[in-house]
Each structure stands twice: as C-alpha cells, then as structure tokens.
C-alpha cells in the first residue's frame, strides 16, 4: 500500500477540492471524509480517483452486520483503495464489512484495506470512562478493539499515535496502524486531543498518517506537504 502521508480533503465542495489539488504535480494518497462526501457523493470519489489519487474513504460504518455488508458492497464498486468502520459495532459487523468489501469488488480488482476506527483522536480517557462507560484505560480499549479487528480479519485499525507501538507489538508489522491528530511542532490542536508530529508519529510505531490542516491550511500547501513528507521518512 502507498505509505505516503495522507492528505484530508477537509473541503466542502468539489471546486475547493480540485482547486486544491490542482497546485500539486504529483499523484497523492488523499481522504474524502463524511463532510465531503455528504455534499458531492460518490461523484467526488471518481473524479479524485480518474486524476490518478489513491483514496481513503473515511465514513466510519458502524450499524447493524447486515447493513453495513451492503454499504460496503456498494461501496467497494468505487474503487478506493482504503476504507473504515468502527470498531464497537462488534466482531460480527467487522467480519459483514469484509465479506461485503469482497463481494463488491470488481473482479480481478485489488479490494481496498479494510480497517477500524478504535477511540477518535478527539475522545480523551476521562470521555471515554464517563460518557461511554468503558472502565478501562484509553489504552486498554483501543488495544483490544485492535485485536478484536485483527480477529474480524481486518487489515489494521484507526488509532492515535500515543496506541500505535502498543498495537505494533500486539497484533505484528503488517496490521496498519494508521494515525490521525498530525501537527506540524508548535500547530495547533483545533478539536483533536492526542496528537503528535510527523517525525513522531514514525518513530511511536504509525504505518500511515492522515495530515490535515497543517497542509490544507498553510500559505503554501505543496511546500508545506513536501516539510510533511521529509519528516515522515526520517529515519
């Protein structure tokens, strides 16, 4: 899978998307995320995907097994290369997205990575304990929906970067650890909670990070996104 730092496409429409992407030369690993999809559906994932861009389709599935089966059927006919759902909908709806993610796919296609949202990058542990009721740490959670997805047969999870190594060591290399909450040092946090920079993210275990304001935002973006990329393949 392309492991070049994933790009948001935090728009709200299809010309702020193109305009966007129209400053860069190079082919992109992207996320078309529910705000952007909810305006422009499944028209906006084929135009970013015919100008050549890889594609995270982050709608976070999360409803009864048989339905979300369905969705993911329709939704594997797009052609992405990257989808989620959440991990609390359980074992049986993990295992249903999957079935539906191949059952969909073209044949003699490649299927997308299938992965779980675990805890959001802006839940924070005291959140968590009192509004969900889950008497773990935060780490304790998301370390056994990690497994209970690795189980479902899922490719890897959603995780904050402070889980990853955690995850790392518990469900192996290959199991994706991709990492949401990235900021360039000194950027601010807007409404996530557990973050980190780039550089970090490498070394803390992530497989893949999702980069969003800090590109989308800056006064140049391109150049702002090659700073991203040379801190991301640091060694």
């Not at 329709?74 to 049986?92: E, I, K, M, P, S």
Request: aromatic content about 4%.
């Amino acid at each position: 899978m392309n492991t070049k730092p994933i790009i948001a496409l935090d728009f709200p429409s299809e010309k702020d998307v193109m305009g966007f992407l129209a400053q860069f030369e190079e082919k992109l690993f992207v996320k078309i995320g529910m705000e952007l999809y909810m305006q422009e559906g499944p028209r906006i994932v084929h135009q970013v995907k015919s100008d050549g861009h890889d594609i995270f389709l982050d709608l976070k599935l999360h409803d009864i097994p048989n339905t979300v089966k369905s969705a993911m059927k329709g939704l594997a006919r797009l052609g992405v290369d990257l989808v989620n759902v959440h991990a609390a909908g359980g074992c049986a709806m993990m295992e249903g997205a999957l079935e539906g993610l191949e059952a969909g796919t073209v044949a003699g296609g490649k299927r997308a990575a299938l992965i779980a949202v675990t805890q959001l990058t802006s839940t924070t542990e005291l959140q968590m304990q009192n509004e969900q009721k889950i008497g773990l740490s935060l780490q304790e959670s998301v370390l056994h929906y990690a497994q209970l997805s690795k189980q479902a047969g899922l490719n890897g999870v959603v995780c904050s970067v402070h889980e990853a190594h955690a995850i790392r060591e518990a469900c192996g290399e290959d199991f994706l650890r991709v990492t949401p909450g990235i900021r360039m040092l000194g950027g601010e946090a807007h409404d996530q909670k557990r973050i980190a920079t780039p550089d970090g993210a490498k070394k803390d275990g992530s497989s893949l990070i999702v980069v969003g304001r800090a590109i989308t935002g800056a006064d140049n973006p391109v150049i702002a996104y090659k700073k991203v990329c040379e801190l991301w393949e640091e060694k």
